[in-house]
């Protein structure tokens, strides 16, 4: 599967914006897709969308802020991102077969996409 991250930018504390991540391949509908964001001392795994019911995983630092979603039509998996904060300036890469479990983020264990750049300025 190969993935191509879009939609960054610079926005104003409070503001929204919205990533995609185009995922192209054989069977790539069958794939969980997820987001991970990365300072460069830090990577952290941000949402996990899973294939079977589109049911997601969300980061505490994001949950009730950040919002995942799939168009299969268009092999697309959105990240739509409000009330944004400095603290959310990062690069953001989309990435497959990510898992999780009630117990919290398992990890990610496929391709990783090029990273579209985000920044919250306060």
């Given at each position: 599967?190969?993935l191509q991250a879009s939609g960054?930018?610079?926005?104003?504390?409070?503001?929204?914006?919205?990533?995609?991540?185009?995922?192209?391949?054989?069977?790539?509908?069958?794939?969980?897709?997820?987001?991970?964001?990365?300072?460069?001392?830090?990577?952290?795994?941000?949402?996990?969308?899973?294939?079977?019911?589109?049911?997601?995983?969300y980061s505490d630092s994001v949950?009730?802020?950040?919002?995942?979603?799939?168009?299969?039509?268009?092999?697309?998996?959105?990240?739509?991102?409000?009330?944004?904060?400095?603290?959310?300036?990062?690069?953001?890469y989309c990435v497959s077969d990510?898992?999780?479990?009630?117990?919290?983020?398992?990890?990610?264990?496929?391709?990783?996409?090029?990273?579209?750049?985000?920044?919250?300025?306060?």
């Amino acid at each position: 599967v190969q993935l191509q991250a879009s939609g960054g930018g610079l926005v104003q504390s409070g503001g929204s914006l919205r990533l995609s991540c185009a995922v192209s391949g054989p069977s790539s509908e069958y794939y969980s897709i997820g987001w991970f964001r990365q300072a460069p001392d830090v990577r952290e795994a941000v949402l996990c969308l899973t294939y079977k019911n589109d049911e997601a995983w969300y980061s505490d630092s994001v949950k009730g802020r950040f919002t995942i979603s799939r168009d299969k039509a268009k092999s697309a998996v959105y990240l739509q991102m409000d009330r944004l904060k400095p603290e959310d300036t990062n690069i953001y890469y989309c990435v497959s077969d990510c898992g999780w479990s009630p117990a919290g983020f398992v990890g990610a264990f496929g391709e990783w996409g090029q990273g579209t750049q985000v920044t919250v300025s306060s």
